[in-house]
């Protein structure tokens, strides 16, 4: 026996008005209770990172600038033993008076003028190539241009360090052919050999955040640069990058912190590089005091200092990025 079938009734009871008269909105599925429920799952998500912040970030922060403030000092020629005295800001004023220290500034602020244009403007050429009409296989070579990032940068200065390297690299036995002489570890070119380890591992990871910001530019903005006679380079450059402002500026950003906090590449050059020293960079600097020194007081001193300079560095792009973007 088929069941019956169901009809809709002919005179639908009326939704309740609404205090204007008219008929009531739908109620949305989430009250003020419900609100409140979403915060507090939001909050309890965001524990696990505010406890790792905390644990890995802001007490080491604290107990460098504890450990800043004392100084070991020894006493019967070696024999007595170290004690700990408080020596105030002394760490800090030693570091600042400190010739390495400084002059390490000195070569990140080179490493930065060579380093930061070469690769963010290589990021950004390579991906408006990749984002153009004329590009095929782009997912190959998005994978391509990536995979250096995916290399440790442990194993990538250890490869470089071998192309370097004259007698073993076929680079060098080339260049030799060539009639090319380039010593990778030189006095002045040491700090080429860093600048092209860095770029060869950073420019692929950038290049696919600035396609990906170049994926959000409306397709129909470009339809009518295109209809207006604008060719591809113009479009490329005054209407695709000006509309990804925002990430250039935040990438910009990234790479300053990261520059200033240079160590591995410089650090496994300078095994052949003996000129460079090992306090090249400031970081090199604080892990020779540290721990070759064992001056754990100056070394404190010196990462707060690095802390202070790379906070004031961020706060300066940060600004010439908003009047970029307001621009």
Same mark, same amino acid.
């Given at each position: 026996?088929?069941?019956?079938?169901?009809?809709?009734?002919?005179?639908?009871?009326?939704?309740?008005?609404?205090?204007?008269?008219?008929?009531?909105?739908?109620?949305?599925?989430?009250?003020?209770?419900?609100?409140?429920?979403?915060?507090?799952? #939001? $909050?309890?998500?965001?524990?696990?990172?505010?406890? +790792?912040?905390?644990?890995?970030?802001?007490?080491?922060?604290?107990?460098?600038?504890?450990?800043?403030?004392?100084?070991?000092?020894?006493?019967?020629?070696?024999?007595?033993?170290?004690?700990?005295?408080?020596? *105030?800001?002394?760490?800090?004023?030693?570091?600042?008076?400190?010739?390495?220290?400084?002059?390490?500034?000195?070569?990140?602020?080179?490493?930065?003028?060579?380093?930061?244009?070469?690769?963010?403007?290589?990021?950004?050429? +390579?991906?408006?190539?990749?984002?153009?009409?004329?590009?095929?296989?782009?997912?190959?070579?998005?994978?391509?241009?990536?995979?250096?990032?995916?290399?440790?940068?442990?194993?990538?200065?250890?490869?470089?360090?071998?192309?370097?390297?004259?007698? +073993?690299?076929?680079?060098?036995?080339?260049?030799?052919?060539?009639?090319?002489?380039?010593?990778?570890?030189?006095?002045?070119? $040491?700090?080429?050999?860093?600048?092209?380890?860095?770029?060869?591992?950073?420019?692929?990871?950038?290049?696919?955040?600035?396609?990906?910001?170049?994926?959000?530019?409306?397709?129909?903005?470009?339809?009518?640069?295109?209809?207006?006679?604008?060719?591809?380079?113009?479009?490329?450059?005054?209407?695709?990058?000006?509309?990804?402002?925002?990430? #250039?500026? +935040?990438?910009?950003?990234?790479?300053? #912190?990261?520059?200033?906090?240079?160590?591995?590449?410089?650090?496994? #050059?300078?095994?052949?590089?003996?000129?460079?020293?090992?306090?090249?960079?400031?970081?090199?600097?604080?892990?020779?005091?540290?721990?070759? *020194?064992?001056?754990?007081?100056?070394?404190?001193?010196?990462?707060?200092?690095?802390?202070?300079?790379?906070?004031?560095?961020?706060?300066?792009?940060?600004?010439?990025?908003?009047?970029?973007?307001?621009?």
């Amino acid at each position: 026996m088929a069941a019956p079938l169901t009809r809709p009734a002919k005179n639908p009871p009326p939704r309740a008005a609404s205090p204007s008269g008219g008929p009531a909105a739908p109620k949305s599925p989430g009250g003020p209770g419900a609100r409140r429920g979403q915060r507090r799952a #939001v $909050a309890l998500f965001m524990v696990p990172f505010f406890a +790792l912040f905390t644990a890995v970030t802001v007490l080491p922060m604290f107990y460098a600038a504890w450990m800043s403030l004392f100084r070991e000092e020894s006493s019967g020629l070696g024999f007595g033993g170290t004690e700990r005295v408080f020596a *105030g800001f002394g760490n800090f004023t030693e570091a600042l008076g400190n010739e390495a220290f400084l002059r390490s500034f000195g070569h990140i602020a080179f490493y930065c003028v060579l380093y930061i244009p070469a690769m963010v403007g290589g990021a950004l050429i +390579l991906a408006l190539l990749v984002d153009s009409a004329m590009a095929r296989a782009r997912r190959f070579f998005q994978i391509a241009y990536f995979l250096p990032h995916a290399v440790p940068g442990l194993i990538a200065s250890l490869i470089w360090l071998y192309l370097y390297t004259p007698g +073993l690299s076929p680079v060098t036995d080339v260049l030799d052919a060539l009639g090319a002489n380039w010593n990778f570890f030189g006095q002045d070119e $040491a700090i080429y050999s860093v600048v092209n380890i860095s770029a060869w591992q950073w420019t692929g990871y950038n290049m696919i955040i600035f396609y990906a910001g170049l994926q959000a530019v409306p397709r129909e903005v470009l339809e009518a640069a295109t209809v207006d006679g604008s060719g591809a380079l113009r479009t490329a450059l005054q209407v695709k990058v000006p509309m990804i402002r925002p990430t #250039v500026v +935040l990438t910009l950003l990234f790479t300053c #912190v990261g520059a200033i906090q240079l160590f591995d590449a410089p650090k496994l #050059v300078q095994l052949r590089a003996n000129t460079m020293g090992e306090d090249w960079s400031p970081t090199m600097f604080i892990y020779t005091v540290a721990f070759k *020194g064992h001056d754990y007081g100056l070394a404190a001193a010196s990462s707060l200092l690095l802390a202070l300079v790379a906070g004031l560095l961020s706060f300066v792009v940060t600004k010439l990025g908003n009047r970029w973007k307001a621009s």
